[in-house]
Every structure is written in C-alpha cells, then in structure tokens.
C-alpha cells in the first residue's frame, strides 16, 4: 500500500486518482501508523513553501517523514518536491525537511512568464528507477513559480525554462522528487507513478 500524506496542502485526489487508476494500492491518510506501515510515501503539494511546512508541523508528521523516508521509497511532488530541500525562501526563509541538499527559489530570470505553466520536455541527466521506459522527447506538465537550486549529482532530469530547472530529483537512495504533476502528465506521467509503485513493491 502506499500512503499519501494528507496533511492539508495537496493536490491529493488527482494523486489518487492515478494510483487507482494503474491499480496500485493506495489512501489518503495523515496516521502515523499507516504510514509507517506503507510500502511506500507520496507527499504532495500545493500552495506557498512556508504554509505547507507549518501545515506538516501541526500534523505531528515531520519526524515520521524524515525517518520512514530513509527506510523506503519516497516521492514528493511539486510543492511536495520542493519541501524536500533544506530550505525554501517563498514570501520568507522557511526550512524543509533537509532530505535532499539544496534550496528552493524564485524562478527570476528576465523575460519568463512566471509561473511556469505548461507541457515540457525532460532532459535526462543520470539513470532512475522512476524513468525506466522513459525516452527523449517526454513531456511532463509543470506549474511552478520556484525551483531548486542543488548539486546536479541530485538531479535525475532537468527542463528548460530560461535556464536548467530540476525536474526530477533523487537523494540517489529512496527519496524521489518531481517538480511536475506526474498524475496531469498522461502516459509519462503514469509511467512515473507505475515505476514508483513496482520500486515500493519490490522493497516489501
């Protein structure tokens, strides 16, 4: 089963839509023990970096997360990704979960329409679990205001909006993340999402 977090700052139904879609096992769950219990974590994420994390906070669920993170397979997407860093810096400096090295910034580059809303291409920097099947020429679909700002041996795929933006990142052990909605990204997305469900199966 996997546990995606509900803890108020989610796009979690669309999230779950996909799981049942491809027929993964899933729920919608803030408990402790079910996640703890899960083959594996989705943490989703919309809205503003220092809410989300005030919201992961009063959960209670922010010690649970960075330990069974390190036990089994893990992914953030789009906000979700983003909490992930150490840091962000959106209307505020707001610490993460520190999962992954890095921060999380404004996207300010001259003459971008901000945010980045929109279907783009992955540029694929290292072999991943998720991106197995995966091609040149897959589009995913963003929309963001902010990106990371890590070490590239972090980043499993980029995409071009003004300069290199983080895609898909990686810890390099169970900690995934996805600056796109994989479940709005159609066949590359579910291919993303079947890829992470047989990684937390193959972990039971």
Same mark, same amino acid.
């Given at each position: 089963m996997i546990a995606i977090i509900d803890y108020g700052a989610g796009n979690i139904f669309s999230v779950k839509n996909a799981l049942d879609f491809l027929g993964v096992e899933n729920k919608l769950t803030k408990d402790k023990d079910e996640i703890i219990n899960a083959d594996g974590i989705i943490l989703p994420g919309v809205g503003a970096y220092p809410w989300a994390m005030k919201m992961l906070k009063e959960s209670g669920l922010v010690d649970t997360i960075k330990?069974?993170?390190?036990?089994?397979?893990?992914?953030?997407?789009?906000?979700?990704?983003?909490?992930?860093?150490?840091?962000?810096?959106?209307?505020?400096?707001?610490?993460?979960?520190?999962?992954?090295?890095?921060?999380?910034?404004?996207?300010?580059?001259?003459?971008?329409?901000?945010?980045?809303?929109?279907?783009?291409?992955?540029?694929?920097?290292?072999?991943?679990?998720? &991106?197995?099947?995966? &091609?040149?020429? &897959?589009?995913?679909?963003?929309?963001?205001?902010y990106k990371a700002v890590c070490d590239s041996e972090n980043v499993v795929a980029y995409s071009t909006y003004g300069g290199k933006v983080p895609a898909l990142v990686s810890d390099g052990k169970t900690v995934f993340g996805a600056q796109f909605h994989p479940e709005k990204s159609g066949d590359a997305g579910l291919s993303i999402l079947k890829n992470f469900a047989q990684l937390c199966k193959e972990g039971k």
């Amino acid at each position: 089963m996997i546990a995606i977090i509900d803890y108020g700052a989610g796009n979690i139904f669309s999230v779950k839509n996909a799981l049942d879609f491809l027929g993964v096992e899933n729920k919608l769950t803030k408990d402790k023990d079910e996640i703890i219990n899960a083959d594996g974590i989705i943490l989703p994420g919309v809205g503003a970096y220092p809410w989300a994390m005030k919201m992961l906070k009063e959960s209670g669920l922010v010690d649970t997360i960075k330990e069974q993170s390190q036990k089994k397979p893990f992914l953030g997407i789009c906000l979700g990704m983003q909490l992930l860093f150490e840091k962000g810096f959106e209307f505020e400096e707001c610490d993460g979960l520190g999962l992954i090295k890095g921060e999380v910034r404004y996207m300010d580059e001259p003459d971008l329409i901000i945010p980045h809303m929109g279907w783009n291409e992955l540029e694929f920097n290292m072999e991943c679990p998720l &991106t197995q099947g995966l &091609t040149d020429n &897959t589009y995913v679909y963003f929309v963001h205001s902010y990106k990371a700002v890590c070490d590239s041996e972090n980043v499993v795929a980029y995409s071009t909006y003004g300069g290199k933006v983080p895609a898909l990142v990686s810890d390099g052990k169970t900690v995934f993340g996805a600056q796109f909605h994989p479940e709005k990204s159609g066949d590359a997305g579910l291919s993303i999402l079947k890829n992470f469900a047989q990684l937390c199966k193959e972990g039971k």
